[in-house]
Structures are given as C-alpha cells and as structure tokens.
C-alpha cells in the first residue's frame, strides 16, 4: 500500500518532466492508473548485453553442462530461467511436457523459489520427475542457455521478461505466452491453424520470427509449439538465427544505454 501510494505521489506530481518506460503495457497501465499525460511517457526496452550472452555460447558450454546434468547430446533440452513459479507458468510448462508427444524431451528449471518442492512433486505426479532438472539459482545461467534447444516461458504477467532477451540474444527460439511485453520481444511465427487467437499473435514469416506465442495457461498449445520447433531442426535453426540478429538489431544494451542521454 505505501509502494502504490508512493508511485500515485510520483506520477501526479506536476513537476514529473518525464517517465521512462520499459514497455508499451507499462505505459499503458500508467497512463491509465495515474492519469500521467502519454506525452510524458518514453518506451525504453530493457537491453542485453550481447558480449555475455551470445550464440557463441552454444559452443563453449553445450557438452558439458548436458554432461552436468546427465542429459545426452541428442536429447531435446527445453530450457525455463526465472524466479516466482507459479507466476512465471512453471506448473503449465510441466504440464506441456507431459503432454508432448517426444518422450525423450527434457527440460530445466534455473531458478529459485519457494515453490519448488510443490512442483517438483507436480513432476512427479505428472510421471516426469525423471526428465526434469530443478537446478536452483544460478550465478552464471550462460551455461544453460548454451545447452538449451528451446527457451520456454509461458508466464501469466511479466512487462519484459530479461530472460527472454538473454534467450533470443544466445540464439534459442523462445516460446512464450503473448502477455505484458512479451510481444514486443518475440516475434510470433505465423500460426499453421491453432485457432483464430494464434492467428493474432504470431504475425511474422520464417524470415523475421524469432519464437511462438500462445495464450496463458495453456499446456497443450504450449506443448504443440515446443515440439514444432523440437520436430524442425531447420526451422529451429533458422528462428535462432533471427532471434540473435533482432536482439542485435533492437535490444543492444549499448544502444538502450545511450537512449536515457
């Protein structure tokens, strides 16, 4: 109550000059809660640093962290990064993976949280206890990235999702709920028949997407589009590639630096 009391104070001061943003939804929401004048309200994205987090990764780290985690060179690896489960979508990612056809897929959670003996007992009850890896917080997470295959974070809120910059800058595909500024990062690729609602959300041709989008709290669409990506190593390929050149293009940390000046 002080923190939203405190913000009210801020934004609807009349020597407030401007706000900054790191999203549309953030601007939106604070055009509309605090009656601040859009004129005074700048988008600035989060950015990435590009020289920690890299394609490049893929080849330093691969072999060894899947030799960490006892998960084979040909085994599809989906990879979560975040705190909060619950809100990050955590329990419908483990839902997905029970529910996707490749019984060989295995995924892991870098991240700490409260919750996590609650869903390592839902992977349990799910029957895939075995091919999830609850690693904890990290201090280095570059490692993971670099195994990853697939990035996944079906979150049910979050206004930029950093997680999801490091992803696309390393080069992994991201599929992620289309929530908060998610659809200002990932780049949807056009939908192949899921429904009107994923016609809206993923726009962008094999040349441009960077990932898939889905709608919150949905395990199956979730799982149908991990195992697109996880079936078409090309595709797969080729929505990397357009994920670490975009993060190049708009999420440089340089760049977003020199935006605030």
Same mark, same amino acid.
Request: charged share 25%; net charge neutral.
């Given at each position: ?20 943003? =790191? ?7 604070? %055009? ?10 700048? #988008?600035?994205?989060?950015?990435? !640093? ?19 985690? !006892? ?30 056809? +490749? ?5 892991? #959670? ?10 390592? @007992? ?7 206890? %075995? ?23 079906? @979150? ?17 595909? #991201? ?11 990932? =780049? ?13 959300? +993923?726009?962008?041709?094999? !040349?441009? %997407? ?31 590639? +357009?994920?670490? =050149? ?16």
């Amino acid at each position: 109550r002080y923190t939203l009391a405190a913000e009210a104070a801020m934004f609807r001061h009349s020597d407030l000059p401007a706000a900054i943003c =790191k999203s549309e939804l953030v601007k939106r929401d604070i %055009a509309a809660r605090f009656s601040v004048a859009v004129a005074k309200l700048h #988008v600035i994205h989060n950015g990435v !640093d590009l020289d920690y987090f890299h394609p490049g990764l893929r080849n330093e780290f691969r072999d060894r962290t899947r030799d960490a985690l !006892d998960v084979s060179a040909k085994v599809p690896l989906i990879l979560f990064v975040g705190s909060g489960f619950e809100r990050k979508g955590l329990p419908t990612l483990l839902r997905a993976l029970a529910a996707m056809r +490749n019984r060989e897929a295995h995924l892991v #959670v870098v991240g700490r949280d409260k919750r996590q003996a609650a869903m390592q @007992t839902l992977a349990r009850e799910l029957g895939i206890e %075995a091919r999830v890896r609850f690693v904890g917080g990290q201090p280095d997470v570059r490692p993971y990235y670099g195994a990853a295959d697939v990035f996944a974070l079906p @979150t049910l809120y979050d206004p930029f999702p950093n997680a999801a910059l490091e992803a696309l800058a390393c080069g992994i595909p #991201v599929v992620a709920t289309a929530v908060g500024g998610i659809p200002e990062q990932v =780049k949807g690729l056009e939908s192949t028949g899921w429904g009107s609602s994923a016609m809206r959300m +993923n726009t962008y041709g094999p !040349d441009e %997407a960077t990932g898939m989008l889905t709608a919150p709290v949905d395990a199956e669409a979730i799982a149908m589009e991990v195992e697109r990506l996880l079936d078409d190593k090309s595709l797969r390929h080729r929505l990397g590639q +357009n994920a670490a =050149k975009d993060a190049q293009e708009r999420f440089d940390l340089g760049r977003q630096v020199n935006n605030y000046l």
